[in-house]
């Protein structure tokens, strides 16, 4: 199994542009979520979608849009990328329920996002 | 609002020693609390998971446990090897386990 898989891995943008990072798990999870990661502020929500057809603000939802596709995918677009969200994005997906794994997070690789 | 701490912010131990990372958090209505690792450049990986209800889970050198009352945790890691270099973070849910909210981090050296 893949897990959780993003796409890209490395960005570069100027001010102004837009972009759209994408995310798919592939274990049938219900919930899924966008966090930025940030020297010194560790890891902070962005949004999260707790199932399929719902979307809801975390922490930090400025600047940020989401599209949660189907129970796969969960995408996070940046609509006019500003040098404040230059971080680390970090997409994740749990299962709810019951169970031993149930609330487990399990997490993508990241992507290196700069905005100059 | 639930802030997370953990204390120390870094630490260096010699390769075979046992330690200690701690977790603190502000406000006892838990639903669980999550140990993971995270390698320089890599996402995180879960370690341990502990429900509300339970006092401490194990697996293999790595032991959490969780006291609600007094908003802490730890993580115990036997036998320290090089390879358990890493950072180590701590997060604590509410809502039903959505709204996960993270520490800042320890970062783990162990010296061969």
């Known amino acids: 199994n893949a897990g959780v898989t993003q796409t890209p891995k490395f960005q570069v943008l100027k001010t102004g542009q837009s972009m759209t990072l994408q995310c798919a798990q592939d274990?049938?999870?219900?919930?899924m979520y966008w966090y930025r990661q940030d020297p010194g502020m560790g890891l902070r929500l962005i949004y999260y979608?707790?199932?399929?057809?719902?979307?809801d603000k975390g922490e930090v939802p400025n600047g940020y849009n989401v599209s949660r596709l189907n129970k796969r995918e969960f995408s996070l677009r940046l609509e006019s990328a500003a040098p404040s969200q230059t971080s680390v994005y970090f997409c994740?997906?749990?299962?709810?329920?019951?169970?031993?794994?149930?609330?487990?997070?399990?997490f993508g690789s990241g992507t290196q996002l700069s905005v100059l | 609002k639930q802030e997370v701490t953990q204390i120390p912010a870094a630490l260096s131990v010699p390769e075979g020693e046992n330690l200690v990372l701690n977790c603190s958090f502000t406000?006892?209505?838990?639903?669980?609390l999550q140990w993971f690792r995270q390698d320089p450049g890599k996402g995180l990986t879960s370690l341990l998971l502990?429900?509300?209800?339970?006092r401490e889970q194990t697996s293999g050198r790595l032991n959490a446990s969780l006291d609600k009352s007094s908003g802490r945790s730890t993580l115990y890691i036997a036998a320290s090897q090089p390879g358990d270099s890493a950072t180590y973070l701590c997060?604590?849910?509410?809502?039903?386990?959505?709204?996960?909210?993270f520490g800042p981090g320890t970062r783990l050296s162990v010296l061969p």
């Open positions: 994740a997906s749990k299962l709810t329920g019951t169970g031993v794994y149930q609330g487990k997070l399990f």
């Open positions: 406000d006892s209505a838990i639903y669980n």
């Open positions: 274990m049938n999870h219900n919930s």
């Open positions: 979608s707790a199932s399929e057809g719902t979307t």
């Open positions: 502990i429900q509300s209800s339970q």
């Open positions: 997060a604590v849910s509410r809502n039903y386990g959505q709204n996960f909210v």
